[in-house]
């Protein structure tokens, strides 16, 4: 007996919670919540807190996260104004501003739906306003020349507007460009472009080096010369006075200038042979006309 | 009483097949993967609940068979007619026996193949990435499941117990099915109900248990009927039917593990174990203790214990009435009151522009013309654009690069949360807002520069920059959250032009190796001009000093030949003469004509020889050759 009143107390206390999780739900402070009674919306709670309701299938109850919700588009190509092709991609940040128009338009209040169309008109947004810019509005040496508001701004504006027309329950909270890129086939170019930047600056380095060096030898070479000729200039100069010192004694061999005619005319004929020579002597030649009076094997005349 | 059984029977079926068709549609609606192990357990319930209810009628009708046969047998007397054990005679114990002898093996062997095709196609299921409980619909089939679980326990527990009584035997297949059905429904339950409570694996996790069970009902099954070949047939002797599963019946009684266990204690110590006070106790209260236990569990949540480092956002009824510091805290029992744990004195880090990569991350060295993470590429600014020849592209068309370079940034981001109310209600994904905001910023910082000067000069002026801007981007979303620190850790060229960037170093070091050579040469050409300068002005000094001394000695050596001439003019000047000759003719070659009887023609080459070879050697000339 006591343990079937156990077992009805069980029982009772299953029921109970059983019954509360059928008659009572909570909506939480991120939460809005959407109550339909056979299927047609009649209650849209904004309120945290808990509420009762008449169990499934009377009434159902959908909850929504209403705190902003975040998506990036896909990296998508587009042509800008002046007809490069750049890939775009932005960060969308949405939340759900009617949950009670948001609810039917989305199969049963399905985000991802909700997404999936908000993506749809993001890209055709996108497109629209990135066609209406040059490449220099979204990459530029000069920062000020940016347009990256303005640009978010007006892709904001045409998928808000778009909302707002087909009351889709839902708004635009902030968006952003996430992320810019180039084709692989620009992408290519540019590298090759950053090359040849590259080459450039390599053969000026090359070049300037080059140059800096030949001006370095020439002066170089300028100064040493420079340095040997005046160098060259001194010498003369010093072997002149050594010459004019040498003219001074030159009265003396003036005292008898036939024998220092002859003394100069030997030490010319020294000098003169000091070389390899080849000398042809007849027999009157002296020394050699000691040979004239030896017996010879000449015709008797 | 008889009647009874059968009704019993065939409500245990109705029963079955009605929760299990509910079962199964409220598993479609949800999508629990637990519901579908649960959903077929409980079909194989259904089957059981009505062979036993078959079989329970087939007996029925054996028995009033017998009645009718002795209640003729009565009214008649004795008869040949009615003593025939032919089996024409009794068609119903005909039936039954050849049900038991043919359609019983042939039950278990199809529950066996159910039960072996449902673990297998329920594994194979279960594995697809894409099940999941639907969180939306998780309330209503949670209840769902407990008011199956509630209605097959009480109708299982009635069963049972009356499942005991002589000839209902055979309610206990079914009665076991129902009551270890609800244990499983409740089962299910807490799946679901994982969901409600971020544990979304519970779900996934009782399923694969639930594959296991099958399976082992699948392996008693079929051991079962292995042994059923070789049972003894006795004569008279009920046997137990094939499709009573032990495995099952365990389970839907486990207080029956009781019974045999207080028979081996018995057995072990040798006194009656099973009738002490404790074991009494225990074997009577369990429901109280099981009770107890939720009780304790429900109490457990009126406690919070918050770790260093974290804070807790405590909700009541959904709504945030405050937020939990680290220590001990006191709140409602669950539903009634949630915390939500959030790390917010820990400092969080994020990479912008690159993937970490853990085979590249051990790499010592790191370069730029080496990839060592996942790197993307950032379009960057570029003050002279230049159009050049695609050679790569078939066509001959000319491509126009855009006047933008591409840049590797590599950009720790690290962060922590300082209004976790903020934090928590802002946004539904904070820390991806917070990845997107601060990508934003660098994307929007890196086109607004060159990319010689970021890669430069500008670097530490970007990363305080970034912090700033990522930091105002912050507060203007309200996302409660301060930026630490930005590092621009790693940022270079492309890994495919890296290399172009290294070889202008290169040519920069080439070109100040050209210049010092130049200047190492000016200095040495500098150096021997000045030592030939100073040699040449030497020699000058030499040559006059030579010169003055000459001039005078040769004065002096005039003054004393002055007299010897003027003494003897012509023996003087013959002296000088031949002393001079013959010093200066030494070396020379020599040739003296003298008249001979022959007429000789000498002719002389004057030329200067080119080089010197063999014929110019002075030889020794032979006595035997006179000159001419």
Not at chain 1, 142 to 151: P, T
Not at chain 2, 27 to 41: D, E, K, M, P, R
Not at chain 2, 209 to 236: H, N
Not at chain 2, 460 to 469: G, M, P
């Amino acid at each position: 007996m006591k343990r079937n009143a156990m077992t009805v107390v069980i029982g009772t206390v299953l029921i109970v919670i059983f019954a509360l999780l059928l008659f009572v739900f909570q909506v939480r402070q991120s939460e809005v919540a959407v109550v339909t009674t056979f299927g047609r919306p009649t209650r849209n709670l904004t309120e945290p807190g808990a509420y009762c309701k008449w169990p499934w299938p009377v009434e159902k109850v959908y909850k929504f996260d209403q705190r902003v919700q975040n998506f990036e588009d896909r990296f998508s190509q587009n042509l800008t104004a002046d007809n490069n092709n750049l890939l775009v991609m932005v960060y969308v940040g949405w939340k759900i501003t009617d949950a009670k128009a948001f609810f039917p338009k989305f199969a049963g209040g399905s985000t991802l739906a909700a997404q999936s169309m908000l993506e749809s008109m993001l890209r055709s947004a996108k497109s629209a306003v990135v066609g209406k810019h040059p490449l220099a509005d979204f990459v530029n040496a000069d920062a000020k020349q940016l347009k990256f508001n303005a640009i978010e701004n007006e892709i904001e504006q045409a998928v808000q507007s778009q909302l707002q027309t087909n009351n889709c329950g839902i708004g635009i909270a902030f968006l952003g460009i996430k992320k810019l890129g180039l084709p692989e086939n620009v992408t290519q170019t540019v590298f090759q472009r950053m090359t040849s930047e590259r080459q450039i600056l390599i053969s000026q380095f090359e070049f300037e080096g080059e140059a800096e060096a030949q001006k370095i030898r020439s002066a170089a070479e300028r100064q040493a010369a420079e340095t040997i000729a005046n160098a060259d200039a001194a010498a003369t100069r010093i072997r002149g006075e050594g010459e004019a010192e040498a003219a001074k004694v030159l009265p003396v061999f003036q005292q008898n200038p036939e024998l220092e005619n002859f003394l100069l005319r030997i030490g010319a004929l020294q000098q003169s042979l000091n070389q390899r020579a080849t000398l042809i002597f007849d027999e009157r030649t002296p020394p050699f006309d000691l040979f004239q009076h030896l017996p010879t094997n000449a015709p008797s005349r | 009483m008889e009647r009874n059984v059968q009704k019993n029977g065939l409500v245990n079926l109705v029963a079955a097949v009605m929760i299990f068709i509910a079962a199964f549609v409220v598993t479609c609606f949800v999508n629990s993967l637990a519901g579908q192990g649960c959903s077929i357990f409980l079909g194989l319930g259904a089957l059981v609940a009505f062979a036993g209810w078959f079989q329970m009628r087939l007996e029925e009708n054996e028995r009033l068979e017998k009645l009718e046969v002795e209640e003729l047998a009565r009214a008649k007397g004795e008869s040949t007619l009615f003593t025939s054990k032919d089996a024409e005679v009794f068609p119903a114990q005909r039936a039954r026996e050849q049900f038991e002898k043919y359609f019983v093996p042939g039950f278990g062997v199809l529950l066996f193949l159910l039960e072996a095709g449902g673990a297998w196609l329920l594994w194979r299921w279960i594995a697809k990435p894409a099940n999941g409980v639907a969180p939306d619909r998780a309330m209503p089939s949670l209840a769902l499941f407990g008011i199956f679980a509630l209605l097959l326990f009480l109708l299982g527990r009635f069963s049972v117990t009356i499942a005991r009584l002589e000839n209902h035997r055979l309610l206990r297949p079914s009665a076991s099915f129902l009551l270890a059905g609800a244990y499983l429904c409740f089962v299910t339950a807490l799946g679901i109900a994982g969901v409600k409570v971020d544990f979304p694996k519970v779900d996934f996790y009782l399923a694969r248990a639930l594959c296991v069970l099958l399976g082992l009902m699948a392996a008693e099954m079929l051991g079962t009927l292995l042994l059923e070949i070789y049972r003894p047939r006795v004569k008279g002797r009920v046997a137990r039917p094939v499709y009573d599963s032990r495995l099952v019946g365990l389970l839907a009684q486990p207080e029956s593990l009781f019974t045999t266990a207080a028979q081996a204690l018995d057995y072990q110590f040798g006194f009656k174990v099973s009738e002490t006070w404790f074991f009494q106790l225990l074997q009577k209260n369990l429901p109280l203790l099981v009770l107890a236990q939720l009780v304790v569990l429900l109490l457990s949540t009126c406690v919070v214990f918050i770790d260093a480092g974290e804070q807790a956002v405590l909700e009541r009824f959904g709504r945030p009435v405050g937020v939990l510091e680290p220590g001990a805290h006191f709140k409602l029992p669950w539903p009634a009151d949630r915390i939500y744990l959030y790390r917010t004195d820990q400092i969080q880090t994020f990479d912008i522009g690159f993937t970490p990569d853990a085979q590249s991350e051990q790499a010592k060295t790191i370069l730029w013309s080496v990839s060592h993470s996942k790197e993307e590429n950032f379009l960057v600014a570029n003050r002279e654009p230049v159009t050049i020849r695609n050679e790569n592209t078939d066509t001959n068309d000319t491509l126009k690069a855009p006047p933008v370079s591409l840049i590797t940034v590599s950009i720790p981001v690290q962060f922590q949360i300082t209004n976790v109310l903020a934090w928590a209600y802002t946004n539904a994904e904070p820390t991806n807002l917070l990845q997107d905001l601060a990508t934003r910023e660098v994307v929007h910082y890196l086109a607004g520069v060159d990319l010689n000067d970021v890669m430069s000069h500008m670097r530490l002026e970007a990363a305080r920059d970034l912090r700033l801007q990522i930091q105002a981007a912050v507060d203007e979303y309200h996302l409660g959250a301060k930026i630490i620190f930005v590092g621009l850790q790693d940022i270079h060229p492309p890994v495919k032009v890296a290399g172009d960037y290294e070889k202008v170093v290169g040519a920069e070091q080439t070109k100040l190796a050209k210049i010092l050579d130049a200047r190492a040469m000016a200095i040495r050409t500098n150096a021997l001009a000045g030592a030939r300068a100073f040699t040449m002005t030497n020699v000058a000094d030499a040559t006059r000093q030579r010169l003055s001394v000459s001039a005078l000695a040769s004065a002096a050596l005039f003054t004393n030949q002055i007299p010897a001439f003027a003494a003897a003019p012509s023996v003087y000047r013959q002296r000088k003469y031949f002393q001079a000759f013959a010093d200066a003719t030494a070396g020379a070659r020599k040739y003296i004509l003298l008249v001979t009887n022959t007429q000789d023609v000498v002719i002389f080459d004057l030329e200067d020889k080119i080089r010197e070879d063999l014929l110019n050697l002075n030889v020794p000339s032979s006595p035997n050759h006179s000159s001419p």
